[in-house]
């Protein structure tokens, strides 16, 4: 009984601190990030949302945040305060239901319209302009044809598409230009960032190497229970079997600790604070209202209906 009451108070423990977490990074993130009253640091935060990430993914942790939500609302508290929060809650939701179905809405028709008019753009560029290159071009309309499909099937993708490319739009000293220069621009991030892929080829190797040993691993379980299976006597080899697999295990899980470590360190460098943030923002309203845009007319179900009638042909 002891044991019960010890791990619902450490899940209680661990809710309430992630929810006063979560309450730290938006007012960092307001405050610090978007005021510019004081510094910020990268890595804090993206460590701190991918927690709040896996910490949310826990059933046990969302049953514990359900039962101290039903425990505030019978409390004395609950009983003053709630009728007022209910209102609150209902009345900010509508609204944030009705500026996420416009958003949606408009960012679909955008996003439809206006990839083609980006490729279109890009090959004026690459006849106007001695900047852009055969080889820009073409990398730029690939990652662009890539983006295009992924977000008819993502409004995660094709929000976070769209706010990139304007607010490089607006932040280009050539505003106009932008997509016509956009494909010299890419090809320069690239480079960019290929210059510093050596960094990543140890930490690339070792995911090989886990991969490899959890295959290893599920492929001697399924040794072991094709053995077991056809006869039931050796049982002193399906021990050493199972035996060895649980080392194997163990040896990658003590190899993906630091190994995720440096690689998630090394990519955080490359993150955009505001993408990210933004990005969980849109995940979390697409887990609440997705299903009511779901009926709504929209460009890309059209392009998704005719992308099915060229594949059947």
């Known amino acids: 009984m002891s044991g019960g009451y010890l791990k619902l108070a450490l899940a209680t423990f661990v809710v309430i601190s992630g929810w006063g977490l979560l309450g730290i990074l938006v007012v960092d993130y307001i405050a610090g990030d978007l005021a510019g009253l004081f510094d910020t640091s990268r890595q804090s935060q993206a460590w701190s949302l991918l927690l709040l990430l896996a910490l949310s ?14 425990w505030l609302a019978n409390s004395l508290l609950g009983a003053i305060v709630g009728p007022v929060l209910a209102v609150v809650r209902d009345v900010f939701a509508d609204a944030m239901r009705s500026i996420y179905i416009s958003v949606y809405l408009l960012a679909d028709v955008v996003f439809c319209v206006g990839t083609p008019l980006l490729i279109i753009s890009a090959s004026a560029g690459w006849w106007l302009l ?18 295009f499909f992924a977000g008819l099937y993502s409004n995660l ?37 290929m210059t510093h892929a050596l960094d990543a080829l140890l930490p690339a190797v070792g ?107």
């Open 57 to 70: 993914r826990s059933s046990t942790l969302r049953a514990t945040n359900l039962r101290i939500g039903q």
């Open 130 to 147: 001695p900047e852009v290159s055969y080889v820009s071009l073409l990398i730029y309309s690939c990652m662009i044809s890539i983006i």
């Open 207 to 313: 995911l090989v190497l886990i991969v490899y040993l959890l295959a290893r691993r599920h492929g001697l379980e399924m040794i072991k229970a094709a053995i077991s299976v056809g006869s039931g006597r050796d049982s002193k080899g399906v021990f050493s079997r199972e035996f060895f697999s649980n080392y194997l295990l163990l040896g990658c899980l003590v190899m993906a600790i630091p190994l995720i470590t440096v690689i998630t360190h090394s990519v955080i460098g490359y993150i955009n604070v505001h993408m990210l943030f933004v990005g969980l923002g849109i995940w979390g309203l697409d887990r609440y209202w997705q299903e009511h845009v779901a009926s709504e007319p929209a460009l890309s179900s059209d392009w998704r209906y005719f992308l099915k009638l060229s594949w059947k042909h």
């Open 157 to 193: 993708v094709r929000l976070l598409a769209l706010g990139y490319f304007f607010g490089y739009w607006l932040l280009d000293q050539a505003m106009l230009m932008y997509p016509f220069v956009a494909p010299a621009v890419v090809q320069q991030n690239i480079t960019l960032i």
